[in-house]
């Protein structure tokens, strides 16, 4: 989904404007929309359906999480030696 420039001034990013997009990230799932920013948006069927997607997309067939990258991440933070000046 990408934004047309030529409908607003400012722009500086061209015909590749994107302003929601989903991908792959560090063995999980990222999903991330610019829109609904009124109260508005979430009357509407098609911001709702946009949004349900992303949420899908995210959770992926996923039924059991695994946390164990995150962990391993957490104790190495925790564990690691304090910097010092």
């Known amino acids: 989904m990408k934004v047309d420039e030529s409908t607003y001034q400012g722009g500086k990013m061209g015909k590749d404007h994107p ?3 989903y991908h792959d ?3 999980g799932r990222a999903f991330y929309t610019e829109l609904g920013h009124t109260d508005e948006s979430y009357k509407e069927d098609n911001f709702l359906k946009h949004v349900l997607g992303g949420i899908q997309y995210a959770i992926g067939k996923n039924l059991e999480l695994d946390y164990a990258k995150l962990l391993r991440c957490a104790f190495r933070k925790k ?3 304090p910097v010092r000046p």
């Open 25 to 27: 990230y560090d063995g």
């Open 19 to 21: 302003i929601s997009w």
């Open 79 to 81: 564990t690691a030696s």
